[in-house]
Nanobody, 125 residues
Framework: QVQLVESGGGLVQPGGSLRLSCAAS????????IGWFRQAPGKEREGVSCISSSDGSTYYADSVKGRFTISRDNAKKTAYLQMNSLKPEDTAVYYC??????????????????WGQGTQVTVSS
């Protein structure tokens, strides 16, 4: 059974940091690009950052460039999103997804997916 489970969210003050984790099971993660998405209240879900299956190429939304870093550990079947210099506008539920396509296509192309529960990130003083 293909499953992705997000964790690591929480409440943090502006300027703070969080590290999200996405644990994969039920498939061979090595062959899949994996990425992070977020959905704020009243807004559409957007691709935040995605990383390729093999060459380490990445995609970042303009709003998070220079602040967020995506990484993956195929041996642990886990992807991470290090979020620094967090802003109130980063508040959202964060989700992960994986597909055998390029990181750009994973993050940008609209596709019908089944999403997990996500993890809530709240940036507030």
């Amino acid at each position: 059974q293909v499953q992705l489970v997000e964790s690591g969210g929480g409440l943090v003050q502006p300027g703070g940091s969080l590290r999200l984790s996405c644990a994969a099971s039920g498939f061979i993660l090595d062959y899949y690009a994996i990425g992070w998405f977020r959905q704020a209240p009243g807004k559409e879900r957007e691709g935040v950052s995605c990383i390729s299956s093999s060459d380490g190429s990445t995609y970042y939304a303009d709003s998070v460039k220079g602040r967020f870093t995506i990484s993956r550990d195929n041996a642990k079947k886990t992807a991470y999103l290090q979020m620094n210099s967090l802003k109130p506008e980063d508040t959202a539920v964060y989700y992960c997804a994986a597909e055998p396509i390029s990181p750009f296509n994973l993050c940008v192309l609209p596709r019908r997916r089944t999403w997990g529960q996500g993890t809530q990130v709240t940036v507030s003083s």
